[in-house]
């Protein structure tokens, strides 16, 4: 199974110049896209960011987090809970970094929990720290 961190889930709402290659790993998945509930209120930020950056319309933000949301209900996207198992994992992963490991942000270390918890053995990023993190930490990284 494959992780999907906001930073590849968002090329789906809002246009990226890869987003049509990240759109047909999607589609060729065949299956609901794994991710944290954190993606809930990443993707409401990082969208909101996005119109304020004028990299989409005015008052899109709003109605491409709604999209979203309807995908998450009818079962595109599967959001895993923040629970102790998670929480639990992060701390052991953090523990487990050494001097050689490159930093994990918070965020990032709960989204790689969240995928060792969920049982993804891949993790699908366009996020360069995110991607050196998920490889040190036994991930196979994908991208399209």
């Not at 992780?3 to 060729?28: C, H, M, P, Q």
Request: charged fraction near 25%.
């Amino acid at each position: 199974m494959l992780y999907w961190d906001t930073s590849t889930l968002i090329k789906l709402y809002a246009e990226e110049f890869d987003s049509g290659e990240w759109e047909n790993l999607a589609v060729r998945s065949g299956v609901a896209l794994r991710t944290s509930v954190l993606t809930h209120a990443e993707m409401a930020f990082a969208l909101r960011q996005k119109e304020m950056r004028n990299e989409i319309s005015g008052g899109s933000a709003a109605a491409l987090h709604k999209i979203f949301r309807a995908d998450v209900k009818a079962g595109r996207i599967r959001l895993f809970p923040l629970g102790n198992a998670v929480i639990e994992e992060a701390v052991r992963m953090s523990v487990g970094t050494n001097e050689a490991s490159p930093p994990l942000r918070t965020l990032d270390g709960l989204h790689l929990a969240t995928a060792r918890v969920a049982d993804c053995g891949g993790v699908a990023t366009a996020d360069k720290r995110m991607r050196a993190a998920a490889k040190a930490a036994g991930f196979r990284i994908v991208d399209p």
